[in-house]
């Protein structure tokens, strides 16, 4: 659950453009999706002097293979949900998911994140399996 203190004349925008809950985990990509849906409709303000208070999440913990597993199925189901699926935006999208996964193996030589990688990549772009696909 997200608690937001919002202005009252933009609270109609949050009720409009709702969290989206099929994402899992700690709704990794929320804010981007948001944001995006929100964008084709109305113009999007950087406020550099914003302040926001994050709380620690329960990811930090978590073991990095599911971690990256979720990752990546949520990057994938964003994909999906709000961009074409012509042949540069598939492209554009598989170049990021070898991004995250060369990251984590060249810099954090982590291969249980990379394992976790291929198995989000495979459950949520291959396969198209797992609570994202249920009603899309």
Excluded at 29 to 48: G, N, T, W
Aim: charged share 25%.
């Amino acid at each position: 659950n997200i608690s937001l203190v919002v202005d009252l004349p933009f609270l109609d925008i949050f009720i409009k453009y709702e969290f989206d809950e099929k994402l899992e985990g700690y709704s990794y990509m929320e804010d981007i999706d948001f944001s995006y849906r929100v964008s084709r409709e109305y113009k999007l303000i950087y406020q550099p002097l914003a302040k926001l208070n994050h709380y620690a999440t329960t990811y930090k913990n978590s073991d990095d293979r599911a971690l990256r597993r979720m990752m990546v199925q949520n990057h994938s189901y964003i994909f999906r949900k709000n961009l074409r699926q012509d042949l540069i935006h598939i492209y554009a999208h598989l170049l990021s998911i070898l991004g995250i996964f060369l990251y984590n193996l060249i810099l954090w030589k982590n291969l249980r994140a990379c394992l976790g990688i291929l198995e989000g990549f495979w459950y949520g772009t291959i396969q198209k399996q797992g609570p994202y696909f249920k009603k899309l």
